[in-house]
């Protein structure tokens, strides 16, 4: 398969929680990106890390790179409802010029009031 | 970063018969992305659409089934011929680069259905 894994395909939390979704790929990346979707709709970038950072931060995102593990996690804290949504991680490669988005399997997260 | 205008956002389609969907950008970019999403699923990239040149095509994906169209850097067609109830999905077009600081865009979608 094209895709990396994701896990937990699920995860259901508590508002005022943390959510930790994390990330496998298969190929050596140029960046990884992660992404929400509400309800099957477009997607809403959320930040991007490239292979030489290891730690980033955006508002109440936080999320590691670990290119030896190929692996990515991503961390939202004090969660809310809204941040009810699926959650996707995306790789491109750098044998890849053209830049081709390859996602992974998906988070699905919900967070009760 | 770029703004897509994806046409139709749904549609339900008889079998046998074909759907085009559009993707207009506000700004000219050099490669466009058509994904699948199957029900409950991930996106899985169709095809990378090059201006002046053929697309490429992902393993499982043939242009016979998904003729794109790239006419000039602001615009894509994907087509989904003969369709079948198997094509039912959501459909999105995406652009971006890989060395970019911003991450990449994509069209709201068209939410297929064959009936």
């Known amino acids: 398969s094209q895709q990396g894994e994701e896990d937990p395909q699920a995860l259901s939390i508590q508002e005022g929680e943390n959510a930790t979704m994390n990330c496998s790929y298969k190929t050596s990346i140029n960046n990884l990106q992660w992404y929400r979707q509400n309800s099957g709709r477009g997607l809403v970038h959320l930040i991007l890390i490239r292979s030489n950072e290891r730690e980033k931060h955006s508002g109440r995102l936080r999320v590691t790179l670990d290119t030896s593990k190929k692996s990515s996690s991503l961390l939202i804290t004090a969660s809310r409802a809204a941040d009810t949504a699926s959650y996707f991680c995306a790789t491109a490669s750098v044998y890849n010029q053209g830049g081709k988005l390859i996602f992974g399997q998906g988070t699905e997260l919900s967070v009760k009031p | 970063s770029a703004v897509i205008s994806q046409k139709p956002s749904r549609d339900i389609c008889q079998r046998g018969t074909s759907l085009t969907i559009q993707c207009q950008v506000d700004?000219?970019?050099?490669?466009m992305f058509w994904y699948r999403q199957q029900p409950g699923q991930s996106l899985t990239l169709i095809a990378t659409a090059n201006q002046g040149s053929e697309a490429t095509y992902e393993s499982g994906f043939v242009i016979d089934k998904f003729p794109i169209s790239r006419p000039n850097l602001t615009f894509s067609t994907l087509t989904v011929s003969n369709m079948s109830p198997e094509d039912s999905s959501i459909y999105l077009c995406?652009?971006?680069?890989?060395?970019?600081?911003?991450?990449?865009?994509f069209g709201s979608g068209t939410r297929l259905t064959v009936v």
């Open positions: 700004s000219q970019v050099t490669m």
């Open positions: 995406s652009v971006g680069e890989r060395d970019t600081t911003y991450g990449y865009t």
